[in-house]
């Protein structure tokens, strides 16, 4: 005999034996899953030569164990346990666009510089208009006009505060153009460059011309009084009265 070679016969006998019992022990699950999704209960035992069986009838002559698969779902199981997988699911995504949004308000908004610096000098003329000791009015179009009450100053305070935090910067350049527009904007919606704007509005729209004596006339004191005319004033708070606003340092 060639050496090694009951070593090798050992071998081959034990791996056959291996690959024997998982086949039976495969052949076996295979057996139980057929059972399972076909019967309504099986059976399971063990016979003379330690062979475990499965079956949906018990064995004439052995003793047998009986084994109770759970029952299949009813359709409205199935139906419930849907419904609350799809409302954990709209759960989720609600929490997870919530978040979303949270972080999108808590980041910064890029916009062009020029925007910004309209915004932020136009949110600190209205600051410091809610600052006067004084009653102040929105309008929204000449003679329209809407009081805000005292009640109601510090929430819009804080509302213009929110606006500068996001709109204005320390940087020299922006902080240069805010000073600029500030001053511009609180020149123009003083009471009287107001009313000179209003009376040039309602000439032009009367089919008057700058060549006309009374337009000329709007003009020449619009210069006089220093009124800027690319100046919004509706929809923004404005105080009546004389009043000088401090600019930003």
Same mark, same amino acid.
């Given at each position: 005999?060639? *050496? ?11 791996? #056959?034996? !291996? ?13 139980? +899953? ?9 059976? =399971? ?13 018990? %064995? ?8 109770? *698969? ?7 199981? $199935? ?5 609350? +997988? !799809? ?12 978040? +979303? ?11 062009? *510089? ?24 929105? $309008? ?13 100053? &510090?929430?819009? =305070?804080? =509302? ?11 940087? %020299?350049?922006? &902080? ?44 020449? #004191? ?24 401090? *600019?930003?340092?």
């Amino acid at each position: 005999m060639v *050496p090694g070679t009951a070593a090798f016969q050992t071998l081959a006998m034990s791996k #056959r034996g !291996r690959r024997g019992r998982v086949a039976r022990i495969g052949g076996a699950l295979l057996v139980l +899953a057929a059972v399972v999704f076909t019967a309504g209960a099986i059976y =399971k035992w063990v016979d003379k030569e330690g062979k475990v069986h499965y079956s949906d009838t018990p %064995p004439p002559d052995a003793e047998a164990q009986l084994v109770r *698969p759970d029952p299949a779902p009813t359709l409205e199981q $199935r139906t419930q346990a849907q419904q609350r +997988a !799809r409302a954990l699911e709209d759960a989720q995504q609600a929490q997870r666009a919530t978040v +979303a949004a949270r972080e999108d308000a808590s980041r910064p908004v890029a916009v062009d *510089p020029s925007i910004a610096v309209r915004r932020c000098a136009d949110a600190l003329v209205q600051r410091r208009t809610l600052d006067l000791q004084t009653p102040v009015y929105r $309008r929204s179009g000449p003679g329209e006009f809407e009081y805000l009450a005292d009640a109601d100053r &510090a929430a819009e =305070k804080q =509302k213009l505060d929110e606006v500068v935090r996001i709109h204005c910067s320390d940087e %020299p350049a922006q &902080a240069s153009a805010v000073r600029q527009r500030f001053l511009d904007l609180s020149l123009g919606r003083r009471p009287a460059c107001i009313d000179l704007r209003d009376e040039l509005q309602e000439r032009l729209l009367r089919g008057e011309t700058s060549a006309t004596e009374g337009v000329q006339g709007i003009l020449a #004191r619009l210069q006089q009084f220093r009124c800027p005319v690319d100046v919004p004033v509706d929809g923004v708070w404005l105080a009546k009265g004389d009043y000088q606003l401090q *600019p930003p340092r």
